[in-house]
């Protein structure tokens, strides 16, 4: 398990696979690729298409799909933030006052997981024949956190310790690319997340 930095030019790739070209990355995926490839059949029903040719499709389809990791991670992870209710009271109060900032500690440990239907689209001489879906799955786990929230967003957060795995699978297949990293995060949020805070719950009388 690798251990790294989220910064604001972190990609789900680079905090999880670092430097490994889509070479290597590529050939980890290749055993777990199904028996029947990852041509559709309709495809190569329509075409007499060589084995060799099928591979080289096959390869490049899992290349073009570790482009679904180039995607920042913040955005993902925050999301899971707005859920606590310590962040929608500082939400109410920081929305209300123009100026004043709250910051939060969160202790509780929590996770996030984020799922996605990703798909490649399959060209051939420039028209597209087929796409090819996918099965994303990011989960982030954070230790204690410090969030700064103004004008209802959050706008800065600090987490020492967290861990992030990424799996890419085939619909109802096996997975193909699993990936898990530790991390730490000091990052000011830019745009500011805001945090919904619905109306506000009725005192009870």
């Known amino acids: 398990m690798t251990r790294t930095e989220i910064v604001p030019r972190s990609t789900l790739r680079g905090a999880v696979f670092g430097q490994q070209s889509d070479d290597a990355l590529t050939s980890r995926m290749k055993p777990h690729v199904p028996p029947t490839g990852m041509t559709p059949a309709r495809v190569t029903a329509a075409r007499a298409v060589p084995r060799s040719a099928l591979r080289l499709i096959d390869s490049r389809i899992l290349s073009t799909a570790l482009r679904f990791l180039d995607q920042d991670p913040c955005p993902l992870l925050l999301s ?26 969160l202790v509780d440990p929590y996770r996030v997981i984020s799922v996605h239907r990703p798909e490649v689209a399959l060209l051939i001489d420039g028209t597209e024949v087929a796409r090819i879906a996918f099965d994303l799955r990011v989960a982030f786990g954070m230790g204690k956190t410090t969030v700064a929230v103004r004008l209802g967003a959050i706008d800065a ?15 109802g297949g096996e997975h193909l690319l699993h990936g898990e990293a530790e991390y730490s995060v000091r990052r000011t949020v830019r745009p500011p997340i805001m945090i919904p805070v619905g109306p506000r719950p009725e005192r009870r009388r």
């Open 80 to 105: 899971g933030l707005k859920r606590f209710q310590a962040l929608t009271a500082a939400a109410r109060v920081t929305a209300a006052a123009p100026g004043r900032e709250e910051v939060v500690m």
């Open 157 to 171: 957060v600090d987490c020492e310790a967290g861990a992030v795995s990424v799996d890419l699978s085939v619909p």
